[in-house]
């Protein structure tokens, strides 16, 4: 670690302090956690802070390399050292969809099975599914906002994001006048 980290265990006896354990046996970090739920612990000179479950990689391996630390528990504030292993970018990735059902013979966010002939893979390597795709990701209102907006004579992209003033618009034509 840089010489702006303070000595990771101090930070580990830190971590240690603030620990629920689970019936699962996770060791949950009960204190800050960063946007993605992540338990975020405090490193030193400005601002500088380290993820909980990559302190824990630290503490064990005695290194820390840039591979993604994947939770085999699933539990994004764990800590638990053998709850967590170093992987590729691509296997964090697989297991995470695979965890969420994106996978054949899953679901996908919408509730639509996914099988060899109602998903595909993106160049990207992305499994999508072809009923989501073919509705286009759009919000059912901005269909009928597009529509309002040409009845209306006001020009409006075929695809792409809407303006909040053009929704306004739409709400307020939606709203009963009253007498």
Same mark, same amino acid.
């Given at each position: 670690?840089?010489?702006?980290?303070?000595?990771?265990?101090?930070?580990?006896?830190? $971590?240690?302090?603030?620990?629920? @354990?689970? #019936?699962?046996?996770?060791?949950?970090?009960?204190?800050? /956690?960063?946007?993605?739920?992540? $338990?975020?612990?405090?490193?030193?000179?400005?601002?500088?802070?380290?993820? !909980? %479950?990559? &302190?824990?990689? &630290?503490?064990?391996?005695?290194?820390?390399?840039? +591979?993604?630390?994947?939770? &085999?528990?699933?539990?994004?504030?764990?800590?638990?050292?053998?709850? +967590?292993?170093?992987?590729?970018?691509?296997?964090?990735?697989?297991?995470?969809?695979?965890? %969420?059902?994106?996978?054949? !013979?899953?679901?996908?966010?919408?509730?639509?099975?996914?099988?060899?002939?109602?998903?595909? /893979?993106?160049?990207? !390597?992305? +499994?999508?599914?072809?009923?989501?795709?073919?509705?286009?990701?759009?919000?059912? #209102? /901005?269909? +009928?906002?597009?529509?309002?907006?040409? #009845?209306?004579? @006001?020009?409006?992209?075929?695809?792409?994001?809407?303006?909040?003033? &053009?929704?306004?618009?739409?709400?307020? $034509?939606?709203?009963?006048? $009253?007498?």
């Amino acid at each position: 670690m840089s010489a702006v980290y303070r000595d990771p265990a101090i930070l580990w006896a830190r $971590a240690l302090q603030r620990v629920r @354990i689970t #019936e699962q046996g996770c060791w949950e970090y009960i204190g800050a /956690t960063n946007s993605q739920g992540y $338990a975020c612990l405090s490193a030193g000179a400005k601002g500088k802070t380290i993820l !909980g %479950h990559r &302190l824990a990689v &630290l503490v064990r391996d005695g290194s820390l390399s840039n +591979l993604p630390v994947d939770h &085999l528990c699933m539990n994004r504030i764990c800590f638990r050292p053998d709850h +967590l292993e170093v992987v590729t970018t691509a296997e964090n990735n697989r297991r995470m969809r695979k965890a %969420h059902g994106y996978y054949i !013979g899953g679901e996908c966010g919408q509730g639509h099975a996914l099988t060899e002939e109602s998903a595909y /893979t993106s160049k990207r !390597g992305r +499994l999508i599914c072809r009923d989501c795709a073919r509705e286009g990701k759009r919000k059912p #209102e /901005t269909q +009928l906002i597009r529509q309002w907006a040409r #009845e209306q004579g @006001i020009h409006v992209a075929a695809r792409g994001r809407l303006p909040q003033s &053009l929704r306004d618009q739409y709400l307020a $034509a939606q709203q009963p006048r $009253a007498a």
